[in-house]
């Protein structure tokens, strides 16, 4: 299903507003907790007890979710809150979400980069309400909620009010403002009301003696009638939740339409960052949906650190790095480089005060970190920002965390041993020292690089040498198979250990299912047992896997982009369509959706090492915003292909690069340089039906060494 939701962002913003009925995972929707197979329902309808701010976007099982401060539209007893009612004729864009309830209340939401803004139409009706609850945290799953540690709240005259609830360690404060004449407005704890009461605190709150909290606003309403709820937020108290309101909304009434217009042309600017031309309409929509998806996360809040006072960008939501730095990071510094930067100065603030670098890293104290999926990320996407010549980071202080943080928990068995278990770190640490390397280098560190580049090399422990595959061992979703081909900084090396080109093509042959029989999707609640029966068949899992989603363009470097085109061509056309079921597994936090958008400009990052690989583009011509210029991708040849199974009971015929030319200079090789993209141009391919042989000869870029002469602990 993707784990995506349908409310209310701005790109990168602090906070989001949808619909809440607990379902898994992001608090909106009917589905349970699933890891595997089809999800259960857990309800029957599309509902909502309300609609609560802050959601994951695209993520798996990470175990708590947001949906902090609800705001419910009543027009029942306040015994009824928590109760879901029906959502009739839903309504999403980028920056507004808006839906009909059952019990006859209009609601809309809009959000800005740091404030939300609520829009409620009543029925007539001699007791309506809408009541904010403090409380609310997390998901209706078992060991889903979230409980509030502290909290207060104020109520400050008529149609204001504030309060902070520290929920995971974050005190998380909202200023609230309600455009309510003639409404009264009290505080009330476990559904009762406190006349008179103007302030609640809670010193010391758990899972045993919590009961919701929280204000309302009540009076008779009109047919028609319109109630407005302004908040701003803060993780620095309420006087910055209110400064942060007064900078978005302004001081005139209303603010929903100031504040939605922003988010919409917002959104506008960065989408517009990528066009393309040709295609289908269901096509187009998957590409602007996909961008719109790749551009929700990280949050990147401006100053609004709860763990440190200094200005300055605090990013979270960071779910996971290994789910985004190959793809979305890469693409943000493309088309919105200052968000891509924001994010790295965050890494590294994080690293200064927390002591490492995170791999995930939530609007929590005591980071998700995530050791057992991966290691030493932050490294490559640091490596990259520093070979396209950004700015704003002293480099030399980046270099320090970074050689610091490669000794760090598998770290140091790496450098004891050259290989660590699970084997995948091994593969992690030294990408990470190579990537470390070259920033040594270009800081003129020699020593330090020439240390780092020596034990780059030790990735070959990890591997077989009578099977080119990786040793056995444990890993983090999927296996061997799946992780054998991700892109190393020594592929010409690695094709070597599987016997050579042919080697290495026939296993990823195998490993893509060319000539296999299909295989059965597993259903609802697949059994261990089918599982691991279909763990064991050794095939790509369709990108529902990270390592899977660089492998296609394996191919490249033992030159056979074609079966690249095959394979890419294939998953975009029907892996990916226009309803609710039309990711193909979890979005990780856009980094499927920005797999999307390079595949089909034709493009793949090699996160780390400064490389583009070309393939043949899913659209005639795009053209896409790098900082102030242009890079634009245009072919002759194109054939137009529907999307999904839009009637056609066979594939459509994938299309395969013939010739190509870089500003207008032939392009015999299958990949460019980052900064050959990122400076603007054009290139030119010329695309037909058959396969060719377009870049068979020059392979990317390896840093290679002889494996007659193996590096130390070999």
């Known amino acids: 299903m993707g784990n995506t939701h349908p409310g209310a962002t701005s790109p990168f913003g602090m906070v989001s507003a949808c619909a809440y009925s607990g379902a898994y995972p992001t608090g909106y929707g009917r589905y349970a907790k699933n890891t595997e197979g089809v999800p259960e329902e857990m309800f029957e309808r599309t509902q909502a007890s309300g609609f609560t701010h802050f959601q994951q976007s695209g993520t798996g099982a990470i175990r708590k979710y947001y949906n902090y401060v609800r705001v419910t539209p009543m027009v029942q007893p306040l015994d009824d809150l928590g109760q879901?009612?029906?959502?009739?004729?839903?309504?999403?864009?980028?920056?507004?979400?808006?839906?009909?309830?059952?019990?006859?209340?209009?609601?809309?939401?809009?959000?800005?980069?740091?404030?939300?803004?609520h829009r409620y139409t009543f029925p007539d009706h001699h007791s309506a309400r809408v009541v904010l609850d403090l409380s609310c945290g997390g998901l209706a799953i078992d060991l889903g909620r979230t409980v509030p540690l502290r909290a207060q709240v104020e109520s400050m005259g008529h149609g204001c009010a504030q309060g902070t609830v520290v929920m995971e360690g974050v005190p998380l404060?909202?200023?609230?403002?309600?455009?309510?004449?003639?409404?009264?407005?009290?505080?009330?704890?476990?559904?009762?009301?406190?006349?008179?009461?103007?302030?609640?605190?809670?010193?010391?709150?758990?899972?045993?003696?919590?009961?919701?909290?929280?204000?309302?606003?009540m009076g008779s309403a009109r047919a028609g009638q319109t109630i407005e709820v302004r908040m701003g937020f803060s993780l620095r108290g309420c006087e910055q939740a209110?400064?942060?309101?007064?900078?978005?909304?302004?001081?005139a009434e209303p603010a929903f339409e100031k504040v939605r217009s922003g988010t919409r042309a917002r959104w506008?600017?960065?989408?517009?960052?990528?066009?393309?031309?040709?295609?289908?309409?269901?096509?187009?929509?998957?590409?602007?949906?996909?961008?719109?998806?790749?551009?929700?996360?990280?949050?990147?809040?401006?100053?609004?650190?709860?763990?440190?006072?200094?200005?300055?960008?605090?990013?979270?939501?960071?779910?996971?790095?290994w789910d985004i730095y190959k793809t979305q990071i890469p693409l943000l510094q493309a088309i919105a480089p200052d968000r891509a930067m924001d994010l790295l100065e965050s890494l590294i603030r994080v690293c200064e005060e927390e002591g490492n670098f995170p791999i995930g890293y939530r609007m929590a104290r005591g980071a998700d970190r995530f050791f057992r999926q991966a290691s030493a990320l932050a490294h490559t996407a640091i490596a990259d920002a520093h070979a396209l010549g950004r700015n704003g980071i002293d480099w030399g202080w980046a270099l320090v965390h970074m050689a610091d943080d490669l000794r760090r928990m598998y770290g140091e068995d790496f450098f004891e041993h050259g290989l660590v278990h699970p084997i995948t770190h091994t593969l992690d640490l030294a990408y990470a020292h190579h990537c470390t390397a070259k920033l040594a280098r270009a800081l003129n560190d020699r020593r330090l690089a020439d240390d780092l580049e020596r034990r780059s090399h030790q990735w070959v422990n990890a591997f077989e040498p009578t099977t080119g595959l990786l040793r056995d061992s444990e890993f983090y979703e999927g296996g061997k198979w799946n992780?054998?081909?991700?892109?190393?900084?020594?592929?010409?090396?690695?094709?070597?250990?599987?016997?050579?080109?042919?080697?290495?093509?026939?296993?990823?042959?195998?490993?893509?299912?060319?000539?296999?029989?299909?295989?059965?999707?597993?259903?609802?609640?697949?059994?261990?047992?089918?599982?691991?029966?279909?763990?064991?068949?050794?095939?790509?899992?369709?990108?529902?896997?990270?390592?899977?989603?660089?492998?296609?363009?394996?191919?490249?470097?033992a030159g056979r982009p074609d079966r690249t085109a095959e394979i890419v061509h294939s998953t975009l056309t029907w892996q990916f369509g226009t309803g609710p079921g039309g990711l193909p597994g979890n979005d990780d936090s856009g980094g499927l959706s920005s797999w999307y958008v390079w595949a089909s400009l034709g493009l793949f990052p090699v996160a780390g090492q400064n490389l583009f690989l070309v393939n043949a583009p899913a659209f005639e011509r795009a053209t896409m915003r790098v900082g102030d210029e242009e890079f634009?991708?245009?072919t002759s040849g194109h054939r137009e292909t529907p999307i999904g199974v839009d009637g056609l009971d066979h594939d459509p015929p994938a299309q395969y690069v013939q010739s190509a030319t870089l500003n207008g200079k032939p392009l015999h090789a299958g990949h460019l340089a980052a900064t050959d993209v990122h400076r603007g141009g054009r290139l030119h391919l010329k695309l037909g039906p058959e396969p060719s042989t377009w870049a068979h000869g020059i392979r990317p870029p390896s840093h290679s060494f002889t494996l007659s002469n193996p590096p130390a602990n070999t």
């Not at 455009?179 to 010193?203: E, H, K, S, V």
């Not at 010391?204 to 204000?215: D, E, Y």
């Not at 209110?242 to 001081?251: A, D, H, P, Q």
């Not at 059965?520 to 989603?549: H, I, T």
């Open 84 to 117: 879901s009612w029906a959502l009739h004729d839903e309504r999403a864009e980028p920056g507004y979400y808006a839906a009909n309830l059952d019990t006859g209340v209009r609601s809309e939401i809009t959000v800005g980069e740091k404030v939300a803004v």
């Open 483 to 557: 992780y054998s081909f991700r892109l190393l900084h020594d592929m010409a090396a690695r094709i070597e250990l599987s016997g050579g080109d042919k080697g290495f093509i026939d296993q990823l042959d195998r490993f893509f299912g060319y000539g296999a029989e299909p295989v059965k999707q597993p259903g609802v609640g697949p059994q261990p047992a089918e599982m691991a029966l279909g763990y064991a068949l050794n095939r790509f899992e369709g990108l529902n896997n990270e390592p899977d989603m660089e492998a296609p363009w394996a191919y490249h470097y």
């Open 173 to 217: 404060s909202v200023y609230i403002e309600a455009d309510t004449p003639g409404w009264r407005q009290m505080l009330w704890y476990d559904r009762r009301l406190i006349p008179g009461g103007t302030r609640l605190d809670f010193d010391s709150i758990r899972h045993t003696t919590l009961r919701p909290f929280g204000l309302l606003f």
């Open 242 to 251: 209110k400064e942060n309101l007064r900078r978005e909304c302004g001081t």
């Open 268 to 321: 506008g600017d960065h989408i517009g960052r990528v066009k393309v031309e040709g295609g289908t309409p269901a096509r187009r929509t998957v590409m602007a949906t996909a961008l719109y998806h790749s551009l929700i996360k990280p949050c990147v809040a401006d100053d609004e650190s709860p763990f440190w006072p200094n200005s300055g960008p605090y990013a979270f939501d960071i779910c996971t790095m």
């Open 632 to 634: 634009i991708i245009e």
